[in-house]
């Protein structure tokens, strides 16, 4: 299993202006041709998966301790708690699971990936980050199936009265994001000489300096 600090973000390379770009970019940092488009849109959902993440995780906070004031305070609890962690928790875990893709989170089992040298682990990487988005549409399509039977049959939480679909559509949205990710690690590696294990992070060691006890 390889240990998180061993990624890094993507080296940046002088363009011989005195500019440092990133693999696969023109002058002023900016990406080249059919590139560009691509991390306009991965810069975009970045920042909305931030914000949702942040907010959610927060939303969560004040709702629990909001309902424990209740409780104990008050005499009352907020009936409403249980219903809306429930809806955060499928947002910010789904949500979650693209933003630890492109930031190259999630673990890994690379004890046969670590033996290959480097045409191996990209050859292996391409692989995996393909069939890996290849698993998260078919998820995403199952999953939609799912939450589209919930609107057809218009069920509603038992307190809030909302409908149920509303709960599960992260879901499928989640699963799409992720997929897109992976797709955006396999472009990296087909246009990059270098091993990408998401589209912001290269995979490479840290040197890790020896200290006497």
């Known amino acids: 299993m390889r240990p998180l600090s061993d990624e890094r973000p993507a080296a940046a390379t002088d363009g011989g202006d005195g500019t440092e770009h990133e693999p696969g970019q023109g002058h002023g940092g900016r990406p080249r041709g059919w590139l560009a488009p691509l991390s306009a849109a991965d810069r975009v959902i970045a920042r909305v998966e931030a ?12 709702n629990s301790v909001g309902n ?15 219903e809306i962690n429930q809806f955060l928790i499928v947002l ?11 930031k190259g989170r999630h673990i890994r089992m690379s004890a046969v990936y670590d033996q ?4 191996g682990r990209k050859a292996l990487m391409l692989l995996i980050a393909g069939g890996t988005a290849a698993v998260m549409f078919v998820l995403a399509w199952y999953s939609w199936s799912y939450v589209d039977g919930l609107a057809r049959r218009g069920t509603v939480t038992p307190s809030l009265q909302i409908p149920l ?9 989640g ?8 797709v955006l690690t396999v472009v990296r590696n087909l246009q990059s000489p270098d091993v990408f294990i998401s589209y912001e992070q290269i ?9 006497a006890l």
Do not use: K
Request: charged share 15%.
């Open 92 to 102: 910010v875990t789904f949500v979650g699971l693209g933003y630890a893709a492109r």
């Open 116 to 119: 290959f040298g480097d045409t």
């Open 51 to 62: 914000i949702i993440l942040a907010y959610g995780v927060l939303l969560m906070a004040a």
């Open 175 to 182: 699963f799409v994001i992720t997929g897109i990710q992976y």
């Open 165 to 173: 679909y509303l709960t599960y559509l992260w879901v499928p949205v």
């Open 203 to 211: 995979d490479a060691y840290d040197e890790v300096e020896e200290t």
């Open 68 to 82: 424990v004031v209740g409780r104990f305070v008050f005499g009352r609890s907020l009936y409403f708690t249980e």
